[in-house]
């Protein structure tokens, strides 16, 4: 799906991955069934509305000592994307964020990414990809959201860690401040740096599983 006009987004070191138009190695394509815990009925519809090609408005470098962030796990323990370096690329995916009241629900479009990203987890460790998805939220609230995360995930943990930005600090050094956050999407090399960036102006603006997949596919060819 395209969308018309700019978007507000960016590209990180990318001039030659948004330009290359070559076939993917990786032939399987993104699976189009939601499975997981959190599915509604609807979501698959609003995945549908996820972009596969998303425009590049802006390039820019940002080294990895530009984005040292930290994150809580399910289990309250931190996680460093420093951690990953060196190992693996990372698919940091920051969603709009916790609900705002008690009780209340997630963001459908965030839901319908998360479940994207679960139905299609094999092919991103294919492409040797870490995904981390990012809720960003008060520190009020973070014992409310790590105990509906895991309740959501009952027996069937999800392949693809949920994390807590808590008192939105990753948000902010990564200038995605909106209504909550801005639904953001970046990926990482084994360096640490961020080669893509996709910054989303409302809850759908974002890349889809295709986009991602064909985004770390360049980003091999380009070793």
């Given at each position: 799906?395209?969308?018309?006009?700019?978007?507000?987004?960016?590209?990180?070191c990318?001039?030659a991955?948004?330009?290359?138009?070559?076939?993917?190695k990786?032939?399987?394509y993104?699976?189009?069934?939601?499975?997981?815990?959190f599915?509604t009925?609807?979501l698959?519809?609003?995945?549908?509305?996820?972009l596969?090609?998303?425009?590049?408005?802006?390039?820019r470098t940002?080294?990895?000592?530009?984005?040292?962030?930290?994150?809580?796990?399910?289990?309250?323990?931190?996680?460093?994307?420093?951690?990953f370096?060196?190992?693996?690329?990372?698919?940091l995916?920051?969603?709009?964020?916790?609900?705002?009241?008690p009780?209340?629900?997630?963001?459908?479009?965030?839901l319908?990414?998360?479940n994207?990203l679960?139905?299609?987890?094999?092919?991103?460790?294919?492409?040797?990809a870490?995904?981390l998805?990012?809720?960003?939220?008060?520190?009020?609230?973070?014992g409310e959201?790590?105990t509906?995360?895991?309740?959501?995930?009952g027996?069937?943990?999800?392949p693809?860690?949920l994390?807590?930005?808590?008192?939105?600090a990753a948000?902010?050094?990564?200038?995605?401040?909106?209504?909550?956050?801005?639904?953001?999407?970046?990926?990482?090399?084994?360096?640490?740096n961020?080669?893509?960036?996709?910054v989303?102006?409302?809850?759908?603006?974002?890349?889809s599983?295709?986009a991602?997949?064909?985004?770390?596919?360049k980003?091999?060819?380009?070793k």
């Open positions: 799906m395209t969308r018309p006009g700019v978007c507000f987004c960016a590209l990180f990318a001039a991955l948004a330009g290359c138009s070559d076939e993917p990786h032939k399987s993104p699976k189009v069934d939601y499975g997981y815990a599915d009925s609807n698959p519809s609003i995945a549908k509305q996820f596969d090609d998303p425009p590049a408005a802006k390039t940002v080294a990895a000592d530009k984005v040292p962030l930290t994150f809580i796990d399910l289990d309250g323990k931190q996680v460093d994307l420093a951690s370096r060196g190992k693996a690329n990372v698919v995916v920051m969603t709009k964020g916790m609900p705002q009241s009780g209340g629900v997630f963001c459908p479009g965030c319908a990414q998360m994207a679960v139905a299609n987890a094999a092919e991103f460790k294919k492409r040797g870490e995904v998805v990012v809720f960003p939220g008060p520190s009020e609230k973070a959201f790590l509906t995360a895991k309740a959501r995930e027996d069937k943990p999800s693809i860690p994390l807590l930005d808590k008192d939105m948000v902010t050094v990564l200038g995605i401040t909106g209504d909550r956050a801005k639904p953001s999407t970046y990926i990482l090399d084994r360096k640490g961020v080669v893509y960036a996709y989303g102006e409302h809850t759908t603006d974002r890349p599983i295709k991602l997949l064909g985004q770390l596919d980003l091999a060819d380009n």
